[in-house]
């Protein structure tokens, strides 16, 4: 299990979180033909079907621990079974603009969690960046053309203030799923690595969602569904349960936990982008200048510190 260098880990995590962002911008027919939980039960039986190999235990890896088991569980109820659960129905009972905003928050939850739990101590560039990132992924949900005519309306009767909070309240929720993902991941990768960590995931999630898929699929017309349909579910599945995991993971086992949630930004550029180049959407100017804020946190995060240069430039003359 050897660990990345610092230049590869950035480059997975990049990746990670790019691909994270397309395919929720091409996944979009899927929501509209397969119930959400039936998508996930069917996402992980597939990624399950092609990480096989993946599960059998490398021969320089220790066995399982108790405590290793519980954070596998752990991982995959919090960062995709709560998670999926809180941001659906916490967006159903808001608005778009709300689960942006409060997603926003994201690496801030990392870099604390990060401190909290894995006792990691947090750069002051690294909170800088931080704070960039939550104020350009803010910046983009709130400078949504589509959103932004509705700011100013009343909710209606689906999202009134007595359900409201409550809605909000389960996008704090996914926000601290989210953080404690990373923050679990990055511990899992000191024993594990990246594929076996993903292979093991994707199980529990396989479980986790089998009673719904099920229950979904007892009345669910399968012949209904175009092959366009299942094509993108089969690149879904594969994204989402086996390439970004692993990609993130790979990144994690060399990178802090604060600095890794920085990238989370990556998701909603991307998103976008792919909005604009392949369905035809468009940006405002509001929104480039988000994203501008949001790429410099990552450069922020990820550029070398001058003590590292000074031990580079040591290596070099030495």
């Known amino acids: 299990m050897n660990t990345p260098n610092r230049p590869f880990a ?18 979009k027919p899927l929501a509209a033909v ?45 960062g995709n079974f709560l998670f999926t ?13 709300s689960a942006g905003v409060t997603m926003a928050a994201i690496p801030a939850a990392v870099a604390l969690m990060g401190w909290a739990f894995l006792r990691e101590r ?15 992924i803010a910046l983009f949900a709130l400078s949504k053309p589509e959103q932004s005519s509705h700011m100013g309306q009343v909710a209606d009767a689906k999202n009134s203030p007595n359900t409201a909070w409550l809605g909000q309240l389960l996008l704090i929720g996914a926000v601290v799923c989210e953080a404690a993902y990373t923050v679990i991941g990055k511990k899992l990768t000191g024993s594990l690595g990246p594929k076996r960590i993903t292979s093991l995931i994707n199980l529990w999630g396989f479980v986790l969602t089998t009673p719904f898929g099920l229950y979904l699929a007892l009345d669910f017309d399968f012949a209904a569904v175009g092959w366009g349909t299942w094509a993108l579910l089969l690149f879904y599945a594969l994204a989402a349960c086996m390439w970004t995991v692993w990609l993130w993971m790979t990144g994690l086992k060399a990178v802090p936990a604060a600095q890794g949630g920085v990238f989370s930004v990556l998701l909603p550029v991307s998103a976008a982008l792919v909005g604009v180049l392949v369905l035809g959407e468009s940006l405002t100017g509001m929104q480039w200048f988000a994203f501008a804020i949001a790429l410099a946190s990552v450069i922020m995060a990820t550029l070398p510190s001058r003590a590292a240069l000074r031990v580079g430039r040591g290596d070099r003359t030495g």
């Open 122 to 136: 947090v750069a002051p560039r690294t909170w800088l960046a931080v704070v960039c990132a939550v104020a350009g």
């Open 85 to 97: 659960i809180c941001m659906i129905c916490g967006v159903s009972l808001t608005d778009a603009v």
């Open 34 to 78: 397969l119930p959400v939980f039936l998508l996930a039960w069917m996402r992980f039986g597939i990624g399950g079907v092609a990480m096989l190999h993946w599960l059998k235990k490398p021969a320089d890896e220790p066995p399982l621990t108790p405590q290793t088991r519980r954070l596998l569980f752990l991982e995959s109820f919090l």
């Open 10 to 27: 950035y480059l997975c995590l990049a990746l990670s979180m790019s691909l994270v962002g397309s395919y929720v911008a091409l996944s």
